[in-house]
């Protein structure tokens, strides 16, 4: 499995980061995992991204103690040592990725590691420290580990990056580029660490459903008739009324549109709300077309309620 962080501040897009290569792996066949964490989401606050790939199924969690690459975007973050935390865990198999304009053996005697450094130069631009750098550091920890080819890549920061501006996916995608060529010399440094159960840590009892084809039979595990349990109506402060006088029994519009399925109808077609589950969204008033649903405060229907 390869066992993979990234650390940067709020605002480089270390989240996109770790998004970018899990995609990648994964339309290179792999299985993936990648989760940010952060505390309060403040640009410029220190933040890490994991990822894991494998071709067995993922059945670690949580942070990364021992990882096989560590990328750093941003060098300050190196002397944080007990907020940052970027050089926890890292070992002599461990490679060192830093965005920094600072030459890997320098670092290499700062810090006084044993494994391999490696130095992705950095970009002019950059010097603000909080300039985006996601997809410079998906892109060099994809030539790193060998196994993500350049279509590979490109095709998952279009993916992660679908919503940018056309100019703002070419930008990034020429910045992967750049640090793909410029990590030619270490492809394949990366290699993949044994599977180690943490210190103290007991099987967990895994249970393998066999599985066969769909077309045949299919493992289906559920509790039946457990959400009516939850009184979510509860959670309610208006409450759609019904004018039965103006409604025209088509159950089927307010029916189909209530988001909670709150809304059926009896044998005459006329439609009956869920007071239990209704959340007083109000879509059925919006949706009405003879505007026969009105609302009413919770505190008023249930003063009508009371009322003698």
Not at 41 to 57: D, I, M, N, Q, S
Not at 80 to 97: P, Q
Not at 288 to 305: H, M, N, V, Y
Request: hydrophobic share 45%; with cysteine.
């Amino acid at each position: 499995m390869y066992r993979i962080r990234f650390h940067g501040r709020g605002g480089q897009g270390m989240k996109t980061a770790g998004r970018i290569l899990a995609s990648a792996f994964f339309a290179e066949g792999f299985e993936v995992q990648d989760a940010p964490r952060y505390g309060a989401e403040r640009r410029g606050a220190p933040l890490f991204a994991t990822v894991r790939a494998a071709h067995t199924p993922i059945r670690e969690r949580g942070p990364i103690p021992q990882p096989d690459l560590v990328i750093v975007a941003d060098e300050t973050l190196l002397s944080m040592v007990g907020a940052a935390g970027a050089l926890g865990g890292v070992g002599e198999r461990t490679v060192l990725l830093l965005h920094s304009a600072v030459d890997a053996e320098t670092w290499r005697q700062r810090l006084q590691l044993v494994g391999p450094v490696v130095t992705v130069p950095l970009r002019a631009e950059a010097a603000c420290r909080l300039h985006f750098v996601g997809a410079l550091c998906a892109g060099a920890a994809a030539r790193l580990v060998g196994v993500v080819s350049r279509d590979a890549l490109e095709g998952a920061i279009a993916l992660e990056l679908a919503g940018m501006a056309p100019e703002v996916l070419a930008a990034n995608l020429a910045q992967a580029g750049e640090a793909w060529d410029a990590m030619a010399d270490h492809a394949h440094c990366v290699r993949e660490a044994p599977d180690a159960p943490a210190p103290g840590a007991r099987d967990a009892g895994w249970i393998d459903l066999p599985f066969e084809p769909a077309g045949r039979s299919a493992p289906d595990i559920h509790g039946t008739l457990t959400s009516v349990e939850v009184r979510t109506g509860l959670w309610r402060t208006l409450r759609p009324v019904i004018d039965l006088d103006r409604c025209n029994r088509c159950h089927w519009i307010c029916g189909s549109l209530c988001p909670d399925a709150a809304i059926s109808a009896d044998a005459d077609g006329t439609p009956v709300i869920d007071y239990d589950h209704c959340k007083g969204c109000l879509v059925c008033v919006a949706v009405c077309p003879r505007d026969a649903i009105g609302s009413l405060s919770e505190a008023e229907a249930r003063r009508q309620e009371d009322a003698p």
